[in-house]
């Protein structure tokens, strides 16, 4: 399967500790996005990278969350000291030029106890 | 900010039935997309529209752009079981990325 993949699927976490998520895109595409979903509604963007370089970050990210996109391939979303508000579907999407098709992958759930 | 709103919220149809969600945003757009969320599923790419009173159509699926690129719709002609999840708009505005909509849930009832 060579499509979008990302690590781990299921994350429980108790608050206040730092979880890490992984995502790895399809391999010649060289954008990367991060997105936030909770129940009943839609994907929020959350990031986004071109290569190596992130390109944007959305006015809701705080500065306990931060990605990394270290060799334009695979990325990282990092959330330091969690909350229960956190506590959502973390999804990575993909594509290989601006506005063109994204493709997810499956999705980080994260639960904040 | 941009705003994307889509509606309804929910529909619940007789399987054979019609079904169409709508999409309304508050700027002018320079493409529109559509994804498919099955339930415990991701989103998944239906289709994108570019041109001004665009329609494109993909088996029993519509797609239209409006005419002054503000607004979509997608229609369902006799919905099957199949066609049951949550149906995104995905609106892209230079320097503002991807928005999308709240989805609307589709339940098809055999």
């Known amino acids: 399967d060579t499509g979008v993949s990302q690590d781990p699927r299921h994350k429980i976490t108790k608050r206040g500790q730092n979880v890490t998520f992984r995502c790895d895109p399809i391999?010649?595409?060289?954008?990367l996005y991060w997105y936030r979903q909770t129940l009943g509604q839609g994907p929020e963007f959350l990031t986004y990278f071109q290569n190596e370089a992130q390109l944007e970050k959305s006015r809701l990210l705080s500065d306990r969350f931060s990605a990394e996109r270290p060799k334009g391939s695979f990325s990282t979303l990092e959330i330091q000291r969690t909350e229960q508000g956190d506590s959502a579907m973390y999804l990575c999407?993909?594509?290989?030029?601006?506005?063109?098709?994204?493709?997810f992958g499956p999705g980080t759930r994260l639960l904040v106890l | 900010g941009q705003q994307v709103m889509q509606i309804p919220q929910y529909q619940h149809v007789q399987e054979g039935e019609d079904f169409t969600t709508y999409c309304n945003s508050s700027t002018t757009l320079s493409n529109i997309q559509w994804y498919k969320q099955r339930p415990g599923g991701h989103p998944v790419f239906l289709i994108q529209?570019?041109?001004?009173?665009e329609v494109k159509k993909q088996k029993r699926l519509t797609f239209q752009f409006g005419e002054a690129k503000k607004n979509s719709s997608l229609h369902i002609t006799a919905t099957q079981t199949t066609d049951v999840g949550t149906y995104f708009c995905a609106e892209y505005n230079y320097g503002q990325n991807f928005v999308f909509g709240p989805g609307t849930r589709l339940s098809v009832l055999p």
């Open positions: 999407a993909s594509s290989r030029q601006l506005q063109e098709t994204q493709y």
């Open positions: 391999s010649e595409h060289n954008r």
């Open positions: 529209l570019v041109k001004s009173g």
